[in-house]
């Protein structure tokens, strides 16, 4: 893969740095290459031989492809069989992210991906190499630290879940599984080698989650983030009245066809009818009370950029009124401010079994003739559950907020009358079938997401730190998106530096 995507761009600088040396290497076994072509074409009689090579060249390549170095990070000898499954699911993943944008983003997945520019100096095929090396460096980086810390956890379950959807997907897709696995990772990959590979990466997960678990976020923090951060958790009660400007029709021709059409109103004839509709907003603060429409508990960021300042605004009483123009949508928003306050609904906490298949009644029966209590449903979780998370933790969810559940699940949880020790089934979506054990409310909601948002920062900064301290070797020189990154940045350099002159 990466072998047959040579960079474009080549960096030179006067000093003749480690990455100068690497290249120049590069240009050495290049240099070599064409060596070796003029020989074979020198000895190309030698036909049996000719033909014994392209026999033999498939398993050797396989064999390197599985057994030898193609990078390395840290202490760590990455195969080619590992970096392509890191590659491709990099590519997979974000095709599926943004597939209503590719086209536009220029992404053509049917294409080479090294003969499509990502930016002027990088290719498709070096973003995604170095997405594939960051993922790789932060994996190794926390399974290292995950050993060393004694972090201990069986992968097997996860390894096993994996394969069972590679199955379900390759039947979905009319392919044999050994297909669908060498599409999704990799010319070299089955589920037999990337075994190790596909546990590793769970291994991570959990370490991972076992640090944010582990952040210690106190009270004082807490507060001290949220004064710093009032607007975007605090909410507001206001009224509002929009109204449009009628606009009238621009001027109709006929073209030599037949064909009629309608031209844009002119400037003049928009200002005309923003002045009329200025003229009504404004009379309109007088009925505000009677004919706006209440929103209550409504958040920064949920509410129009055109007012959500002036609603959000510290100097705002209630009582203030105000009239704002909408350029781009020719109307006027009439806004009255009723109230500020922070929101001091609770979180919910509960211990969940998920299942594939609707086993909900069932897993009741056997939950109430085994005692009926939060013991005898974590043992359920244990027996029945599918879901690797929800197995760790004994199917405990905590702090739940009401932004994150909908459907029949956030109404049965949110329930007024709801009871610790209630039980119910609920199927999810058609995907999964949930038996869900209530245990009563949790944190604020403000307070749960203020805590979240800090374990999340402190969490990645000490990842970003051990996954930075892993040093990449392009061992075999196969790497291109060094140089396309370092041309990238020399040519924005000299931008900026043009751009100050």
Same mark, same amino acid.
């Given at each position: 893969?990466?072998?047959?995507? $040579?960079?474009?761009t080549e960096? @030179?600088?006067?000093v003749?740095?480690?990455?100068?040396k690497?290249?120049?290497?590069r240009?050495?076994a290049?240099? !070599?290459?064409?060596?070796e072509?003029?020989?074979?074409?020198?000895?190309? *009689?030698?036909?049996?031989?000719?033909?014994?090579?392209?026999?033999?060249?498939?398993?050797?390549?396989?064999?390197?492809?599985?057994?030898?170095?193609?990078?390395?990070?840290?202490?760590?000898?990455?195969?080619?069989?590992?970096?392509?499954?890191?590659?491709?699911m &990099?590519?997979?993943?974000?095709v599926?992210?943004?597939s209503?944008?590719?086209?536009y983003?220029?992404?053509d997945?049917t294409?080479?991906?090294a003969?499509q520019?990502?930016?002027?100096?990088?290719?498709?095929?070096?973003?995604?190499?170095?997405t594939?090396?960051n993922?790789?460096?932060q994996?190794?980086?926390?399974?290292?630290?995950?050993?060393?810390?004694?972090f201990?956890?069986?992968?097997?379950?996860?390894?096993?879940l994996?394969?069972? #959807?590679? $199955?379900t997907?390759?039947a979905?897709?009319n392919?044999?599984v050994?297909?669908?696995?060498?599409?999704?990772y990799?010319?070299?990959? =089955?589920?037999k080698?990337? !075994?190790?590979?596909?546990?590793e990466?769970?291994?991570a997960?959990?370490?991972?989650?076992?640090l944010?678990?582990?952040?210690?976020?106190?009270?004082?923090e807490?507060?001290a983030?949220?004064?710093?951060? #009032? !607007?975007?958790f605090?909410?507001?009660?206001?009224?509002?009245?929009?109204?449009?400007a009628?606009?009238?029709?621009?001027?109709?021709?006929?073209?030599?066809e037949? !064909?009629?059409?309608?031209?844009?109103?002119?400037d003049?004839?928009?200002?005309?009818a923003m002045?009329k509709?200025?003229? /009504?907003a404004d009379s $309109?603060?007088?009925?505000?009370?009677?004919?706006?429409?209440?929103?209550?508990?409504? $958040?920064?960021a949920?509410?129009?950029?055109?007012?959500a300042?002036?609603?959000?605004?510290?100097?705002?009483? &209630?009582?203030d *009124?105000?009239?704002? /123009?909408n350029?781009s949508?020719?109307?006027?928003?009439?806004?009255?401010?009723e109230?500020?306050?922070?929101?001091? #609904?609770?979180?919910?906490?509960?211990?969940?079994?998920?299942?594939s #298949?609707?086993?909900g009644?069932t897993?009741?029966?056997?939950?109430?003739?085994?005692?009926?209590?939060?013991?005898?449903?974590? &043992?359920?979780?244990e027996?029945?559950?599918e879901? *690797?998370?929800t197995?760790?933790?004994?199917?405990?969810?905590?702090n739940l *907020?009401?932004?994150?559940?909908?459907?029949?699940l956030g109404?049965?949880?949110?329930?007024?009358?709801?009871?610790?020790?209630?039980?119910?089934?609920?199927?999810?979506?058609?995907?999964?079938?949930?038996?869900?054990?209530?245990?009563?409310?949790?944190?604020?909601?403000?307070?749960?997401?203020?805590?979240?948002?800090?374990?999340?920062?402190?969490? /990645?900064?000490y990842v970003?730190?051990?996954?930075n301290?892993m040093?990449v070797?392009?061992?075999?020189?196969?790497? =291109?998106y /060094?140089?396309?990154?370092?041309?990238q940045?020399?040519?924005?350099?000299?931008?900026? @530096?043009?751009a100050?002159?």
């Open positions: 893969m990466a072998e047959n995507k $040579k960079s474009a960096t @030179t600088e006067k003749m740095t480690k990455y100068d690497k290249v120049q290497k240009k050495e290049e240099l !070599k290459a064409k060596k072509k003029v020989k074979s074409r020198i000895i190309s *009689t030698a036909v049996v031989l000719v033909l014994i090579a392209v026999v033999a060249y498939f398993p050797i390549r396989k064999s390197i492809a599985l057994s030898s170095a193609y990078i390395e990070i840290g202490e760590n000898k990455v195969t080619e069989l590992e970096f392509e499954y890191y590659y491709n &990099a590519v997979n993943t974000f599926t992210e943004n209503y944008w590719l086209s983003l220029g992404l997945t294409k080479d991906l003969e520019q990502y930016t002027e100096h990088i290719t498709w095929d070096d973003y995604f190499q170095q594939a090396v993922n790789l460096s994996v190794k980086a926390l399974a290292k630290e995950g050993k060393e810390a004694g201990e956890y069986d992968a097997t379950a996860d390894v096993e994996h394969n069972e #959807t590679m $199955k997907e390759a979905a897709n392919m044999p050994k297909n669908y696995v060498k599409v999704l990799g010319e070299y990959a =089955t589920l080698n990337i !075994k190790d590979i596909v546990a990466s769970y291994y997960v959990a370490y991972y989650d076992h944010y678990d582990s952040q210690d976020v106190t009270d004082d807490i507060t983030y949220y004064n710093e951060n #009032t !607007k975007n605090d909410s507001v009660d206001y009224k509002l009245i929009t109204v449009e009628d606009l009238p029709e621009g001027e109709k021709t006929t073209d030599a037949g !064909k009629e059409t309608t031209a844009d109103p002119t003049e004839q928009i200002a005309a002045e509709a200025k003229a /009504e $309109k603060l007088a009925v505000i009370d009677t004919e706006g429409v209440l929103t209550k508990n409504a $958040k920064y949920s509410v129009s950029g055109y007012y300042d002036w609603l959000f605004n510290e100097a705002r009483k &209630a009582g *009124t105000t009239v704002i /123009e350029t949508g020719n109307s006027y928003y009439v806004l009255k401010f109230n500020r306050y922070l929101d001091e #609904t609770k979180s919910v906490n509960v211990r969940v079994i998920a299942t #298949t609707d086993m009644a897993i009741k029966e056997e939950w109430n003739s085994t005692g009926a209590n939060e013991d005898a449903f974590i &043992a359920l979780v027996k029945y559950s879901d *690797t998370y197995k760790t933790k004994g199917g405990l969810f905590e *907020t009401a932004s994150s559940l909908s459907g029949e109404a049965w949880l949110l329930d007024g009358a709801r009871q610790a020790g209630d039980v119910e089934a609920i199927a999810v979506s058609g995907d999964y079938y949930y038996v869900v054990y209530y245990l009563g409310q949790g944190e604020a909601e403000w307070k749960s997401s203020i805590d979240a948002t800090l374990r999340s920062a402190d969490t /990645e900064a970003t730190e051990i996954t301290a040093e070797v392009d061992t075999k020189g196969k790497l =291109t /060094e140089e396309a990154y370092a041309a940045e020399s040519a924005s350099a000299e931008t900026s @530096t043009e100050a002159k």
